[in-house]
């Protein structure tokens, strides 16, 4: 069956007509579609025509992002929810103004700096991911609701009716969903409300089975009847808390509970903090801030990239560039970056120009040179007194999956979203809040376990983030918007992205469907399968690269491209993650 001979039928759904396909046995692959009005591009095809429903009822493209990214929450849950956090970046046409806003997960009271450490020594990651532990105060409904009060057009009420239709009515199982429910097998078996969730007789559930999450069709509900503080206080509140402090585990399993209160949810805000502003080839780049490390780190690379003509050069030698100017910038992100509001970093000077030019004296050409040790910004700032000085490069270094997921969205009169939100790693900490649906985040692993440090946990901070939602403008005017998951890959997705764009020609589809390679200041580069081998891999290997573990895929991204004539281009994966779905209100074909 084609996408559009599917059987249609409309219900009604707290009042608002909604338009639902109904689950058919795979999910229509539009990696790319051009076209006039609003524009979305999420990795999962429920989500975007829940973001098309809310544009085509004249919602703007705030609305359209919070209805897609709740449905992001039941198709997707295993990379996002109510239960994790999140960074909006978003565009306002009419004042043509870029805001930022901030809702990641925030340590409760009870952090210190050792609360990860045991006998002296920093626990193991797993042991504290499959815990209570491990979960920070979720911060994705304070989110939502910051972002629709202030600059959206419709109520939780209308935003939520796509995602309570799917969570109610079900969907289709894709590979990739029971993919990742079977990798993460045993995680969800220690905790029987996410067993009862996802797993069938002990398996992950199947391709091409429907699935139903009433429960958290009940929590949107309360979110659409009681708005923002249906989620921070009352019933809902209680049940996060309990099940983050007493975990109800299956017979034989013990995990630690966490120390969160009642207190700790209903104090927790979203900030609204002004993006990194840089610029690039006569682009402006506005990234995340801090606690978002991304938005840094990628203008510190691209500035180091925009003393050479990257355009005039053989691939081959424009990408070890990319790759020393990556390990750069990931040396000092990983010495300096952490929660603002705890920390002074040196940002005035890692944006400088003439930072980056002194960091460009560090690269060879024809030599991968690793690792790479921070610089000091200090001296290109006028406040040179923080005393922060790093430690050491050294840093944990993890596998990235490509959990979390970003989606973007603009609407008829210029306003554009790029968001990444998340739970942290594949179904966060394992943890589904007990008749509620929704898993919690694990979030506080992003801490560093051990210090000094500027991102060690303390009470009420934000773990240091690679998310990096970003929007790129030329002359005033829109031209991209990009952004990925994939934990610290992020950074390197969209900035390979960007480069492969701007500096190797490549059209946006192109440029998101390349190889991706993510150097993190690592000993190897990390690669997909089938890159290590290959012609492109030799030619850099040439100059010293090398290819560290391949993870199945790295990042999955989603793009707007504005082109000149008017027309909007949303991009998304043509094959990793399942492949992802990129629609247009009004085609151009
Ligand atoms: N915890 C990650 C971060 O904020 C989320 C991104 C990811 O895991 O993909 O950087």
């Given at each position: 069956m084609t996408p559009h001979s599917r059987p249609v039928r409309t219900v009604l759904v707290s009042s608002i007509i909604v338009t639902l396909v109904l689950p058919s046995a795979a999910w229509a692959k539009t990696p790319v579609a051009t076209g006039t009005g609003g524009a979305v591009a999420t990795i999962s095809e429920p989500a975007s025509k829940a973001a098309l429903a809310i544009l085509n009822q004249g919602g703007n493209a705030i609305d359209a992002a919070v209805a897609a990214a709740a449905t992001l929450g039941v198709t997707d849950p295993f990379s996002c929810g109510i239960g994790g956090g999140g960074f909006m970046v978003i565009y306002l046409a009419k004042d043509k103004r870029v805001i930022t806003i901030d809702h990641r997960e925030t340590a409760p009271a009870s952090f210190t700096p050792t609360v990860f450490q045991e006998n002296g020594a920093p626990m193991t990651f797993e042991t504290v991911r499959d815990s209570g532990m491990s979960v920070g105060v979720p911060g994705t409904v304070r989110g939502w609701h910051e972002a629709l009060d202030r600059y959206g057009s419709m109520s939780f009420k209308q935003v939520l009716a796509p995602a309570i239709a799917v969570a109610s009515n079900g969907f289709v199982v894709n590979d990739n969903f029971s993919h990742l429910v079977s990798k993460n097998k045993n995680k969800f078996g220690m905790f029987p409300a996410t067993a009862a969730l996802y797993l069938k007789n002990g398996d992950a559930v199947a391709a091409?089975?429907?699935?139903?999450?009433?429960?958290?069709?009940?929590?949107?509900?309360?979110?659409?009847?009681?708005?923002?503080?249906?989620?921070?206080?009352?019933?809902?509140?209680?049940?996060?808390?309990?099940?983050?402090?007493?975990?109800?585990?299956?017979?034989?399993?013990?995990?630690?509970?966490?120390?969160?209160?009642?207190?700790?949810?209903?104090?927790?805000?979203?900030?609204?903090?002004?993006?990194v502003h840089s610029?690039?080839?006569?682009?402006?780049?506005?990234?995340?801030?801090?606690?978002?490390?991304?938005?840094?780190?990628?203008?510190?690379?691209?500035?180091?990239?925009?003393?050479?003509?990257?355009?005039?050069?053989?691939?081959?030698?424009?990408?070890?560039?990319?790759?020393?100017?990556?390990?750069?910038?990931?040396?000092?992100?990983?010495?300096?970056?952490?929660?603002?509001?705890?920390?002074?970093?040196?940002?005035?000077?890692?944006?400088?120009?003439?930072?980056?030019?002194?960091?460009?004296?560090?690269?060879?050409?024809?030599?991968?040179?690793?690792?790479?040790?921070?610089?000091?910004?200090?001296?290109?700032q006028a406040d040179q007194s923080v005393p922060l000085r790093p430690a050491s490069a050294a840093t944990r270094m993890l596998i990235e999956g490509a959990h979390t997921t970003h989606l973007t969205v603009s609407d008829k009169d210029g306003n554009i979203v790029a968001y990444t939100y998340t739970i942290e790693d594949w179904g966060g900490s394992g943890i589904v809040v007990p008749g509620y649906g929704f898993l919690l985040n694990n979030e506080m692993t992003d801490f560093d376990f051990s210090g000094p440090r500027p991102n060690v946990p303390e009470a009420g901070k934000r773990p240091r983030s690679s998310m990096s939602p970003t929007l790129a403008f030329r002359d005033g005017k829109p031209a991209f918007s990009i952004g990925s998951p994939g934990g610290a890959t992020i950074i390197t997705t969209v900035l390979q992205t960007i480069v492969n764009h701007v500096d190797l020609g490549m059209t946006m589809p192109?440029?998101?469907?390349?190889?991706?390679?993510?150097?993190?200041?690592?000993?190897?580069?990390?690669?997909?399968?089938?890159?290590?081998?290959?012609?492109?891999?030799?030619?850099?290997?040439?100059?010293?690269?090398?290819?560290?573990?391949?993870p199945e895929e790295i990042g999955a991204a989603n793009a707007l491209v504005f082109n000149p004539d008017g027309t909007v281009t949303a991009v998304s994966e043509a094959r990793r993650h399942g492949a992802g779905s990129a629609l247009v209100q009004k085609s151009a074909h």
């Open positions: 091409g089975s429907t699935l139903r999450n009433p429960d958290l069709a009940k929590a949107y509900r309360e979110l659409s009847a009681g708005g923002v503080k249906a989620f921070y206080s009352g019933k809902m509140a209680r049940a996060v808390v309990d099940a983050v402090n007493h975990p109800a585990t299956a017979p034989g399993v013990r995990v630690r509970g966490g120390d969160m209160s009642l207190a700790d949810l209903a104090n927790y805000e979203a900030r609204l903090r002004q993006p610029t690039y080839r006569g682009y402006d780049i506005y990234g995340m801030p801090l606690p978002g490390s991304g938005g840094i780190a990628i203008a510190e690379a691209l500035n180091i990239l925009e003393g050479y003509d990257l355009k005039a050069m053989p691939r081959a030698q424009a990408e070890h560039l990319y790759l020393e100017a990556s390990r750069l910038a990931f040396a000092d992100r990983n010495a300096y970056l952490a929660d603002p509001e705890y920390v002074d970093a040196p940002v005035a000077g890692l944006l400088s120009k003439d930072y980056a030019a002194q960091r460009r004296q560090r690269i060879d050409v024809a030599q991968a040179r690793r690792p790479a040790a921070a610089g000091d910004p200090y001296a290109f192109d440029a998101l469907n390349a190889p991706r390679m993510s150097e993190r200041n690592g000993d190897a580069t990390d690669v997909e399968p089938g890159f290590a081998g290959g012609a492109q891999a030799a030619a850099l290997e040439k100059n010293g690269q090398r290819w560290g573990d391949a």
